[in-house]
């Protein structure tokens, strides 16, 4: 069993529809909470981070968190084409070394 | 956010090759990785440092190694370059506290031939 899995896609939405990405975890010991977006052929840009129980939210940008079921989301509203790309759902087990990735979900936002 | 800049970007070389792959970082930061990242494939940490005179291997084996002398430094060599080597290699690096938000560098594609 992978630390992180995410469906890898590609998730289709229609530009200005609200893309919702998930990410399960399977270490309950896990205290930090990430999502990269990675452009092809590019390096992975952090662009939220959650560490509690519940919704954050940054301009288009919402993360979620259930550390009861494990799971982390982010939304995007007002979805544009510029958001295509592969986001990472990236977990923090507290230990220097327990950094884990997952494989990315593909985003197409069609104009 | 860091700034983190990887040297070179682009690297085409031959088997048995030395190659060292170039990675520094102006914030200061005390933690640094290294990634290796196949094509719509996961990232593997490969090597990490808490700090000078700090390196530690990763979850992924890795023929490489990597040195920390500078803080702001932290370089990746393979003695002896394999087409098995060929990959994208990301550097990062995390600010202090506990929940490491790492940022990367724009990475090198290495390709041995």
């Known amino acids: 069993q992978k630390e992180v899995e995410q469906n890898s896609g590609p998730l289709s939405v229609p530009e200005g529809a609200i893309a919702s990405l998930n990410c399960t975890y399977s270490?309950?010991?896990?205290?930090?909470f990430f999502w990269y977006r990675q452009y092809s052929g590019k390096s992975p840009e952090l662009i939220m981070s959650?560490?509690?129980?519940g919704d954050k939210e940054d301009g288009r940008f919402t993360a979620q968190l259930n550390k009861a079921s494990q799971y982390v989301s982010l939304l995007i509203r007002d979805s544009q084409p510029s958001d295509s790309a592969t986001y990472l759902c990236?977990?923090?087990?507290?230990?220097?070394?327990?950094?884990?990735f997952g494989s990315g979900t593909k985003l197409n936002v069609k104009p | 956010e860091a700034d983190i800049y990887q040297t070179p970007r682009y690297l085409v070389i031959g088997t048995g090759k030395k190659i060292t792959l170039e990675c520094s970082q102006t914030?200061?930061?005390?933690?640094m990785y290294w990634y290796q990242q196949d094509p719509g494939m996961e990232l593997h940490l490969i090597h990490y440092?808490?700090?000078?005179?700090?390196?530690e291997k990763g979850d992924l084996s890795s023929e490489s190694t990597v040195s920390r002398i500078r803080t702001e430094h932290f370089p990746l060599t393979l003695e002896s370059a394999r087409p098995s080597h060929t990959s994208q290699y990301l550097c990062?690096?995390?600010?202090?506290?506990?929940?490491?938000?790492?940022?990367f560098g724009p990475g090198t594609r290495l390709t041995v031939t």
């Open positions: 990236a977990v923090n087990l507290g230990n220097f070394n327990k950094f884990y």
């Open positions: 440092s808490y700090g000078v005179n700090s390196t």
């Open positions: 959650i560490y509690s129980n």
């Open positions: 270490d309950r010991g896990s205290q930090s």
């Open positions: 914030m200061g930061h005390d933690k």
């Open positions: 990062a690096s995390s600010e202090p506290g506990e929940y490491d938000e790492q940022y």
